[in-house]
């Protein structure tokens, strides 16, 4: 097939980039030519809330990416609508993330289906961590676009159904968020510190991506301040969006100075491997989630996770066996940090490892375009 995919990806960055990347490479290794579009213009930046929209990597030269549609001008819109017709796409894939681009990716889906152009979505959410009154009206819209979805969670399937009339519920299906394994292979623990300046002798809890409110890094903080020992250190590794000095306030009244280290600048693609080679957890505090694609990468480098029980989290981490599944509760964070950081290192791997390494068998991209071809037909 010609497979079109509308998106995020180069020159942009960020985990929505990394996946429309990986799904066409997975589509190429498997005999189909893919074609990317995506946008001259993302966010108009009054919008953005991180540094910058843009990856500082250079294009990748083994995928074809067609720069072409602005988020908020509907002329681009329909030319981008035409320009998928004149590459004789079959099928057109759309990561769905966020009701501000509804409006966009909902009109150029209807122009292409009117097209005979079958249109597919992979759903990262549909009811936003941070709603606004006017979100259902666009996400109606949006759903209403779209011939079939592939919801990563169960809660999403929930959620998307919520917009259709029962006859189409079928067309919801579930597929869980595959594996982040295009950052490469893991390093040696000790050769990761290193090359971080972190230190060879603590525990390290990871705290990854883009700071947002919903992620909990407060909570994890005071959780953090009840397991402390001068055994363990917290890394938050990822950019503020949002207030970042409400972070270092609480640090201050927590009395935890020199006990977080604070890595906030975007962690590009080529430092990612490092990161999660150096860490013992990855913690993911979450106070609303769909699912994550950190989980993804936590399993890809084959680290134990801390999640809490919200979205869908909780599926993909099994309770005891790849980790931790909290509540949203500072102490029940804690207790489970603390039972973590008095294992030793050969128990860890007792309890966690192989479990880790069985249960990412299930996450294979090849899973996901199977999905893909079961709803294009």
């Known amino acids: 097939m010609r497979i079109g995919i509308l998106g995020t990806t180069w020159p942009y960055r960020g985990g929505l980039a990394a996946f429309n990347e990986r799904l066409a490479r997975q589509f190429q290794a498997e005999g189909h030519e893919v074609e990317i579009f995506t946008f001259t213009m993302q966010y108009p930046d009054f919008l953005f809330p991180g540094k910058t929209q843009f ?3 250079p294009k990748p030269a083994d995928l074809s990416i ?5 988020s908020i001008n509907p002329f681009t819109w329909c030319s981008t609508a035409r320009k998928i017709k004149k590459a004789n796409i079959d099928l057109l894939i759309i990561k769905f993330w966020i009701p501000l681009m509804a ?3 909902g009109t150029i889906a209807r122009l292409c289906r009117h097209r005979g152009i079958k249109v597919v979505s992979i759903l990262d959410n549909v009811i936003p961590h941070e709603p606004h009154f006017w979100d259902k009206w666009l996400i109606r819209y949006f759903i209403r676009s779209v011939d079939r979805f592939i919801a990563m969670s169960e809660s999403v399937q929930t959620d998307c159904r919520k917009f259709l009339p029962a006859k189409r519920h079928n067309a919801v299906t579930l597929n869980p968020h595959p594996l982040y394994d295009n950052f490469g292979q893991a390093v040696p623990k000790d050769e990761a510190r290193a090359f971080l300046n972190l230190p060879q002798d603590k525990t390290i809890l990871l705290f990854f991506g883009f700071i947002r409110d919903y992620k909990g890094l407060d909570l994890l903080m005071k959780a953090y301040k009840k397991a402390y020992t001068e055994d363990l250190l917290l890394v938050v590794a990822g950019e503020f969006y949002n207030n970042g ?7 201050k009244n927590l009395q ?41 990468i936590a399993y890809h480098f084959e680290r134990p996770m801390l999640v809490t029980n919200v979205g869908g989290l ?6 005891g066996k790849v980790g931790y599944v909290c509540a949203v509760d500072e102490d029940d964070i804690a207790k489970a940090l603390s039972s ?13 490892l192989k479990n880790i390494q069985t249960e990412k068998q299930k996450y294979a991209w ?12």
Request: charged share 25%; hydrophobic share 35%.
């Open 340 to 352: 973590f950081a008095q294992m030793d290192t050969k128990k860890r791997d007792e309890v966690f």
């Open 66 to 70: 067609t720069r072409t549609m602005n």
């Open 103 to 105: 409006p966009c990716l």
């Open 366 to 377: 090849s899973a996901m375009t199977a999905k893909i071809y079961e709803n294009s037909k």
């Open 245 to 251: 000095a409400q972070y270092g306030e609480l640090e």
């Open 314 to 319: 909780a599926e993909i981490v099994p309770n």
């Open 256 to 296: 935890l100075e020199g006990a977080i280290e604070w890595r906030t600048d975007f962690i590009p693609d080529d430092k990612v491997r490092y990161y999660f080679s150096a860490a013992d957890l990855i913690v993911q505090p979450y106070k609303t989630a769909t699912q994550s694609g950190v989980t993804q």
């Open 55 to 57: 990856s500082d990597m």
